[in-house]
């Protein structure tokens, strides 16, 4: 046990028998003490369709909030960079993309010709996009619909609509939902910590609110309902819970942790740059899991040693359909040239399923999308769409040594031997274009619990292993991670779970494959 944890571990008086004790979800990690300020987020209601004016006066209108929405975000950008730095204002290129994206214009004023207000027209179009987004069980294309909300939000607030109420107040703020520019425009001195019901700790919020280092946690809507306006909360962002009127040797407590977690942040921060070595000498390298071009910018600050996994759907459903080989080609490229070509790099071919998928894909409705024609099973049986991405990174890996291909969800044999034989073709069909440059390494996921009682048979077919320990450990364990009632059941460090990796270990050493 840390001093820090043995500080936060008083022997409880009866002082403090009147406290509420509040858990949810870690979000900024830190601790806070402070009174609570309540305010209500910026969210219109659905404006009014009818409008006088014309279509004309109404596109000038957009078209004039459009351009200040921009500027806007530019100096969100600014202000993002100064305060924390450029990687994390980053996260508003993102909105620069919505804004200036022709398909999202395009939507809007195909309402505003068909004689609907403008402010209408913008609302519409977000919540068709959130409707859609929602139905994908994703904690990134779920942050996309934040980004998207937030946007459309203060597109509408050049057009007279209220946004977020700024405070002048010291404390702990406690909001329903807080979108990335609700969190830029927050005053990191006053704003002690943040307790909301949304987003969760992958939201472009948290990780603002990680970057401006404010402690904070995601309530169940019933629990965030038990605090009031001036409450002394005492929080804590690394187990996500949060104390309401605290007793006073807590209150102690808590104030003798903030000097700790202090020390221990100025601690960690010298070992950033430093080699990553266990206790008994054996050095490891510190890889990132990245989904988007953006993403490297937080690789590069946290000193990662290159990707351990680049997740390509997330670029498919940020499209409204299949993107040209060209188009990936540009994209992939972009990110392997960020790499240096020492550092491996290692990406995953398309990961989707019924639950996680765009409209344009065609996914039809499955009971169990999790049990259902996925991943790799889907890819095979329609390899058009595979084989694309292939030749899209066979062009784009040029002649780059470390670069590694990721099936997922391989459950059979047959099926691996499969996507190395297109692969084999993709390189074919290319000829001179790449003709004399390296194949790609071939891993796959290990994520089913099948494929770990059998992954000797699969050592003949691969280079290297990958654990995919989230889904495992759902379909080890019979727990859906997502699922609030039954999460606390959810155990990657779980014996079962512990076993399995364990066999896989063994049988990957014994053919002498990482």
């Given at each position: 046990m840390d001093l820090a944890t043995q500080a936060i571990q008083p022997r409880v008086s009866p002082s403090a028998s009147a406290s509420i004790h509040l858990s949810g979800t870690p979000v900024g990690t830190g601790i806070a003490l402070g009174k609570a300020i309540q305010l209500h987020p910026g969210t219109p209601e659905e404006p009014p369709r009818e409008t006088s004016n014309p279509p004309e006066g109404e596109l000038q209108d957009f078209h004039s909030a459009l351009?200040?929405?921009?500027?806007?975000?530019?100096?969100?950008?600014?202000?993002?960079?100064?305060?924390?730095?450029?990687?994390?204002?980053?996260?508003?290129?993102?909105?620069?993309?919505?804004?200036?994206?022709?398909?999202?214009?395009?939507?809007?004023?195909?309402?505003?010709?068909?004689?609907?207000?403008?402010?209408?027209?913008?609302?519409?179009?977000?919540?068709?996009?959130?409707?859609?987004?929602?139905?994908?069980?994703?904690?990134?294309?779920?942050?996309?619909?934040?980004?998207?909300?937030?946007?459309?939000?203060?597109?509408?607030?050049?057009?007279?609509?209220?946004?977020?109420?700024?405070?002048?107040k010291e404390g702990i703020l406690v909001i329903e939902e807080l979108l990335p520019g609700d969190m830029a425009r927050l005053d990191a001195n006053r704003i002690k910590g943040i307790i909301t019901s949304s987003g969760g700790i992958v939201s472009h919020a948290a990780i603002l609110a990680r970057?401006?280092?404010?402690?904070?946690?995601?309530?169940?809507?019933?629990?965030?309902?038990?605090?009031?306006?001036?409450?002394?909360?005492?929080?804590?962002?690394?187990?996500?819970?949060?104390?309401?009127?605290?007793?006073?040797?807590?209150?102690?407590?808590?104030?003798?942790?903030?000097?700790?977690?202090?020390?221990?942040?100025?601690?960690?921060?010298?070992?950033?740059?430093?080699?990553?070595?266990?206790?008994?000498?054996?050095?490891?390298?510190?890889?990132?899991?990245?989904?988007?071009?953006?993403?490297?910018n937080q690789l590069f600050r946290h000193g990662a040693e290159g990707i351990g996994l680049y997740r390509t759907e997330i670029f498919f459903l940020s499209l409204d359909r299949y993107p040209e080989i060209e188009e990936q080609v540009e994209v992939y490229q972009r990110v392997f040239e960020s790499i240096p070509q020492e550092q491996p790099l290692m990406i995953r071919t398309l990961d989707l399923g019924a639950d996680k998928a765009a409209p344009y894909m065609g996914y039809p409705q499955e009971g169990n999308p999790y049990l259902g024609c996925r991943a790799l099973r889907r890819q095979l049986r329609k390899p058009k769409v595979l084989k694309n991405q292939l030749k899209s990174i066979l062009l784009a890996s040029g002649r780059r040594e470390k670069l590694?291909?990721?099936?997922?969800?391989?459950?059979?044999?047959?099926?691996?031997?499969?996507?190395?034989?297109?692969?084999?073709?993709?390189?074919?069909?290319?000829?001179?274009?790449?003709?004399?440059?390296?194949?790609p390494e071939i891993g796959m996921m290990f994520e089913v619990p099948s494929s770990f009682m059998i992954s000797e048979r699969f050592m003949k077919e691969i280079d290297f292993c990958a654990i995919g320990s989230n889904d495992l450990t759902q379909y080890?364990?019979?727990?859906?991670?997502?699922?609030?009632?039954?999460?606390?059941?959810?155990?990657?460090?779980?014996?079962?779970?512990?076993?399995?990796?364990?066999?896989?270990?063994?049988n990957a050493n014994r053919h002498q494959k990482p």
């Open positions: 351009e200040h929405t921009i500027n806007d975000t530019i100096k969100l950008v600014e202000k993002i960079s100064g305060d924390v730095g450029t990687e994390e204002a980053a996260i508003f290129h993102v909105h620069l993309m919505f804004l200036e994206d022709q398909h999202f214009q395009g939507k809007i004023e195909k309402y505003i010709f068909e004689g609907n207000s403008v402010s209408w027209s913008i609302y519409e179009t977000i919540q068709e996009y959130l409707s859609a987004f929602s139905q994908i069980d994703d904690p990134y294309l779920s942050e996309k619909g934040a980004d998207l909300k937030d946007v459309g939000y203060r597109l509408l607030h050049f057009l007279g609509h209220e946004l977020l109420a700024e405070t002048e970057s401006l280092r404010i402690p904070g946690i995601c309530l169940d809507l019933d629990l965030m309902k038990r605090i009031h306006e001036g409450d002394l909360i005492a929080l804590d962002g690394k187990n996500g819970s949060a104390v309401v009127h605290p007793g006073e040797e807590l209150m102690a407590a808590f104030k003798r942790r903030v000097v700790l977690e202090e020390q221990h942040q100025e601690h960690l921060d010298q070992f950033r740059e430093k080699p990553c070595r266990t206790q008994d000498g054996v050095e490891m390298k510190v890889l990132a899991n990245i989904a988007l071009e953006n993403d490297l590694s291909l990721i099936f997922p969800m391989v459950t059979d044999v047959q099926e691996i031997r499969q996507a190395k034989q297109l692969l084999h073709e993709c390189a074919t069909d290319l000829g001179d274009d790449f003709n004399g440059s390296k194949l080890l364990l019979a727990v859906d991670r997502n699922n609030p009632q039954i999460s606390h059941l959810y155990d990657p460090l779980h014996p079962a779970v512990l076993q399995l990796i364990q066999i896989l270990i063994k």
